[in-house]
């Protein structure tokens, strides 16, 4: 559930926890003031983990030089000039 943050008509600044789809609060439950919800920049992307890995990429590929290197092995080898 995401957390909302609220603004009271003093001023003072309170979170709540509420579901995606459940209305905005009029009136703060602890006071009875009226609140307005504000518009906060979120949490933010956390990554967690040793890192990135090859198989983290779409086309199994991080970068154009392993793209080459795969172009290159993928073609027939010449045969030797005599």
Do not use: H, W
């Not at 001023?11 to 518009?39: H, Y």
């Not at 779409?58 to 000039?81: I, L, Y």
Request: with cysteine; proline share 6%; glycine share 14%.
């Amino acid at each position: 559930m995401p957390t909302y943050e609220y603004k009271r008509e003093d001023g003072s600044v309170f979170e709540i926890f509420q579901g995606i789809n459940d209305p905005a609060l009029e009136i703060c439950p602890e006071t009875g003031q009226k609140v307005k919800r504000m518009i906060s920049g979120g949490g933010g992307v956390v990554y967690k983990g040793t890192g990135f890995y090859i198989t983290d990429y779409k086309n199994g590929q991080s970068n154009g030089s392993d793209a080459t290197k795969k172009e290159a092995a993928d073609k027939p080898a010449e045969e030797p000039k005599k």
